[in-house]
C-alpha cells in the first residue's frame, strides 16, 4: 500500500515530518523516504526499511536534515521521494496508488516528447517518476496534476513539495484518505490522521476526492474543489488502517468491534473462546466475543521486538516461515479447548493453513474460523493491495477453478460465487474449509461488513469481493 507525511511549518519541520512518517510503517514494508526544503534548497534521503525499522535507517538524517517544508513516505514497492527538475521549477514528488496503464501513458510520453525513465531492479518504471513525467505535460503544477487524474487508470495520491509549500492531491475516487492537522506553528497532511496527533496538531479536514490543496505554514488553499463520486477502500477498515485510525469519521477499531458483533450475529457455533489473530484480526475478536459472552483469549502471543513483518520478505516461503515463527503459543489457553479464531481475511490461504495446524499441535481440540470479510474473489486494480501476478494466487479462484473444472470462468459464474446464498457459495467454502483442514469456516458477509462502517454504501469500493466498481 503505502503512506506518507507531509509537514509546513514555521519553525523547523523535521521532528515532526520524521515521526509523522514513521507512523505510517505498518503500510509499507520495502522503502522508506524524506525530502525537505530550507536555506540549502531540497535535501532528501531514502533507504530501504526490509530488515530494520524507519527510525534506525533515518535517525542519521534526522540529524542533519533542515527545512521548514518537507514530505515523507512509507512505501512498499518504489524508491521515492523523487526529486525532479522540470519547467515547473524543482520539486519533490510521493505518490500512493497503483498504475494499470503504464504502457499505454509511457508511449503517449515517447511521442510527444523525448524523455526517458529509469528502470527500477525488477524492469519496471517507477510510478512516481511516471506521475511526475505526466505532471510535466501541462504548463502548471495544478493542471499537470489534473490531467494525471485524469489519464491514469488505477488511482494515484500525491504530495508535490515546492519550495512555496506542499501540494496535497488526493486519488479521483478518494480510495486512499488525505487527512491536514493544524498546529500553532503550521500545518501537516498524511494518510492516517493518527499520525499527527502526539507530534501536536488537532484535526483540520479530510481531502474530497480529487480534492487538490496547497499547505503552507501560513495556511491551507484549496485549487481544485473535491469531485461528488467517493469510493474509498473498505479494506482500509477491515486490515491496512491501523486500529487509532479513522476515515471519514469513522474509526477503525469501532468498525472492526462492529464487525465482529455481526458476525457473532450470524453464527451457531459454542467454542470455548474467541482470539483473533494478531493484530489486525484482534478488534474483530473482540466484538465477537462481547456480543456472543463466549470468552476472549489470546491463545497465542506475536514476538515482535525484533521480527520483521510477515509478507516483508518476497518470497512466500520466507513469509510463511516468519508468520509461523512469530507466533508463540499459550498452551494452557489451547490444549483441548474448542477456539474461534478470527483473522481479517483469506488471501492465499497459506498462512491461515499453517496457524491452524500449528493450534493443533499445541493440543487444540477444534479451531473454527471466521474472517472479517467476504471471500476474496477479484483482485483489486485500484491499489497495491497484493503485488500477486495472478488472480489464481487467491484461494477461492483456484478452489472455483477446481469446482468448475475450467481455469478461465466467466463473470456471470464468478458472481454466483460471490452470493452468500447461492449453493456455488457454499460448496466454495466447503473446499476451502477442507484445503485449509478447518473445523469449521464462515466468511462475514458484504451487507454486515459495510453496515459496520457506517457511511453510504455508495462511497465505498467492494470490488475484490463483488466484482463490481459501482
Known sequence: MGGFFGAASKNDCVFDLFFGTDYHSHLGTRRGGMAVYGENGFDRAIHNIENAPFRTKFDKDMQKMKGN??????????????????????????TVGKINNTEEIVKSVFADNRLHFLEMSGGDINPT??????????????????????????????????PKGIYAARDKYGRTPAVIGKKQDGYCVAFENFSYLNLGYTDYRELGPGEIDV?????????????NEMKICTFLW??????????????????????????????????DI??????????????????????????????TPTWPRSFMPT??????????????????????KSLLLIDDSIVRGTQLRETTEFLYESGAKEVHIRPACPPLVYGCKYLNFSRSSSEMDLITRRVIARLENNDNVSDEVLQEYTNPE???????VEEIRKELNFTSLRFNRLDDMLD?????????CTYCWSGREK
Open 452 to 460: 459496520s462502517v457506517g457511511i453510504d454504501k455508495c462511497k465505498l
Open 422 to 428: 447461492s449453493p456455488k457459495y457454499e460448496a466454495m
Open 274 to 303: 474467541v482470539a483473533g489473530v494478531p493484530d489486525s484480526g484482534t478488534a474483530h475478536a473482540i466484538g465477537y466475543a462481547n456480543e456472543s459472552g463466549i470468552p476472549f483469549s489470546r491463545p497465542f502471543i506475536k514476538y
Open 129 to 162: 517518476e511516471l506521475a511526475a513525467a505526466i505532471v510535466n505535460q501541462k504548463e502548471n503544477l495544478i493542471e499537470g496534476i489534473k490531467f494525471a487524474q485524469e489519464i491514469i487508470d488505477g488511482s494515484m495520491t500525491m504530495l508535490i513539495l515546492t
Open 215 to 227: 499547505i503552507t505554514p501560513e495556511g491551507v488553499k484549496v485549487l481544485c474543489a473535491p469531485g
Open 69 to 94: 517544508l518537507g514530505i515523507g513516505c512509507i512505501s512498499d514497492y518504489e524508491p521515492q521521494p523523487l526529486i525532479v527538475r522540470s519547467h515547473h521549477g524543482t520539486y519533490a514528488i510521493t
Open 315 to 336: 518470497i512466500q516461503s520466507q513469509r510463511n516461515l516468519i508468520a509461523k515463527m512469530k507466533l508463540i503459543p499459550v498452551h494452557d489457553l489451547i490444549k483441548d
Open 238 to 271: 477491515v486490515y491496512y488502517g491501523y486500529p487509532s485510525s479513522s476515515y471519514e469519521g469513522k474509526s477503525v477499531e469501532a468498525m472492526r468491534n462492529e464487525c465482529g458483533k455481526h458476525m457473532a450475529m450470524r453464527d451457531n457455533v459454542k467454542p
